[in-house]
């Protein structure tokens, strides 16, 4: 269970990203995190795993209290928590395969990491992985001679190589056409229901939340505004959501 109580984040320049959010996700669970640009989504994902700190409120990961754990303690709990970004966040002038070993990077000695020695067991996992998003025959190319859809299956088989227990997918999709955009979120539904991961992922496209998501919740100016199910969005609730002048699509 992941439970985030009163999550706030400002900004040093006094930008209210978020105010006061909580809401719980089960484990196992597919959550959809909806809303405009600027909502506060990433922000929220980032929290979750530290990469951006809270100003306030606490975040609890079956029963571990993220918000106050130490460095060391942080370190443990993100071997745990794979994250796809936007942008894919690959080193592009790096092979397919060094990207992919990263996501082992917690679990092996620093200095060694640091000149690309990972033991063969690793390297091995690494070639499974490739090999379950399509892209094993690419392991030895580097990251920028592959398209925008490869390399986000390169960046969810980096994920795959922390076993992860959480997913958190910042905007996966928003820069890959409709057939890519359902080609990674395949992807993400097999981590969640082969896997067992809990998966929280941000997005804009209805029709995607409606396919894959359990449940969502939307931000609205950094407030939640709404926690329930797919279903219950509709016209009403989606310009709540959006704005009265929005329309809806998918």
Known sequence: MLQVEHLTKVYENGTVALEDVSFEV????????????????STLLRCINRLIEPTEGRIVWNGVDITAASQEE???????????????????RSKVITN???????????????????????VEKAIRQLDRV??????????DEL?????????V??????????????????????VLAHSIMHYLEMINEEEGATVLCSLHFLDLVHRYADAVIALNEGRLVFTG????????????IYGKEAERVG
């Open 26 to 41: 089960p484990d196992g669970q597919f959550l959809a995190v909806i809303g405009l640009s600027g909502s506060g989504k």
């Open 74 to 92: 942080l370190r443990r709990i993100r071997r745990r928590i794979g994250m796809i970004f936007q942008h894919f966040n690959l080193v592009h």
């Open 100 to 122: 992919v070993l990263a996501g082992r990077l917690g679990y092996v000695n620093p200095a060694l990491s640091l000149i690309n020695r990972f033991p063969p067991e690793d």
């Open 134 to 143: 399509g892209l094993a025959d690419k392991a030895y190319s580097r990251a």
């Open 147 to 155: 398209s925008g859809g490869q390399q986000q299956r390169v960046g």
């Open 157 to 178: 088989a980096r994920a795959l190589m922390q076993d992860p227990e959480m997913i958190l997918a910042d905007e996966p999709v928003a820069s890959l056409d409709p």
């Open 229 to 240: 199910s797919p279903r219950e969005i509709d016209d009403e609730k989606f310009k709540e």
